[in-house]
């Protein structure tokens, strides 16, 4: 494994409302960790686009990031991307969104579950019953994984950031099995990564969505496109982990990782 393959694939600016830094800031952080790329995927809550602007959120995003790919050109790639929560919530311009710039990766993403008000990192899990819970989400994201739209779906097992962390309930998958099957080949049917999210490494619950488990059945299934993003929200955890999640991908049978440009899937060997 060499340092100068990491890519990291999931990468949050100020231009994110949960953001901390620009585009240029990141791009110097991600040079002296030794990172080769980057892709830019800013915040873009489609159920929330008109209340919270993300219109000028997206629109800033965009050409900030051009112009740190210029600017690092040689140096380091800048990919420029979206992180799509919710995008079937309105189809229509989720559709429009994507091809109304030259985006090279779109990752999609839910944060706020259907027939949910709350964020899933406000939800109180004690309080319903989190089988059924996780299974709608699944579905959910299978439904995203049949959208030409997207590339990738990210932090696969999100919820169980707080299911297993801040509440400690005890998740037993082999409960879920066949939804979870049913999502991870809906994705392969439909070319979708599944992205190593390593954010979590950074968090109490010390490890990854999803965990090896989910990773090794994607695998099993067929499964061929895995990205690795750090989820950073700081210029200083930009490229985080992403040397462990690469040696995750191998323990679970990958030989390449994936990276997208022009919205086309590049392999590259761990
Ligand atoms: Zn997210
Ligand atoms: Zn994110």
Same mark, same amino acid.
């Given at each position: ?13 100020d ?9 240029m ?79 090279? %990766? ?64 005890? %998740? ?17 049917k ?81």
């Amino acid at each position: 494994m060499s340092g100068v393959r990491l890519i990291d694939m999931h990468v949050h600016s100020d231009n994110s409302p949960d953001g901390n830094h620009s585009p240029m800031y990141i791009c110097e952080h991600a040079v002296k960790n030794g990172l080769r790329a980057i892709a830019v995927t800013d915040h873009c809550e489609i159920d929330k686009f008109f209340e919270q602007k993300y219109n000028s959120i997206i629109f800033h995003s965009y050409f900030e990031c051009v112009k740190a790919r210029n600017a690092f050109e040689g140096q380091l790639l800048v990919l420029v991307g979206l992180e799509i929560g919710q995008p079937l919530y309105n189809q229509a311009l989720s559709d429009k969104i994507v091809s109304s710039k030259p985006y090279d %990766f779109i990752l999609g993403s839910v944060h706020t579950p259907k027939g949910q008000t709350l964020d899933i990192k406000e939800i109180e899990y004690d309080k319903l019953d989190v089988y059924k819970f996780m299974q709608d989400y699944f579905l959910e994201l299978a439904d995203i994984a049949k959208w030409d739209g997207c590339d990738a779906l990210a932090h696969l097992t999100c919820p169980m950031r707080r299911i297993q962390g801040k509440y400690n309930i005890d %998740f037993d998958y082999s409960k879920i099995s066949d939804v979870t099957d049913y999502l991870l080949e809906t994705m392969i049917k439909n070319k979708k990564a599944l992205e190593i999210n390593t954010s979590g490494l950074r968090q109490d619950v010390r490890r990854t969505m999803p965990d090896e488990n989910i990773i090794k059945r994607y695998r099993e299934l067929g499964g061929k496109l895995i990205t690795i993003g750090s989820d950073s929200h700081s210029a200083y955890d930009v490229g985080a982990d992403i040397e462990t999640g690469m040696a995750l991908a191998k323990k679970c049978g990958f030989d390449e990782v994936t990276f997208y440009v022009n919205r086309e899937a590049m392999q590259i060997e761990i």
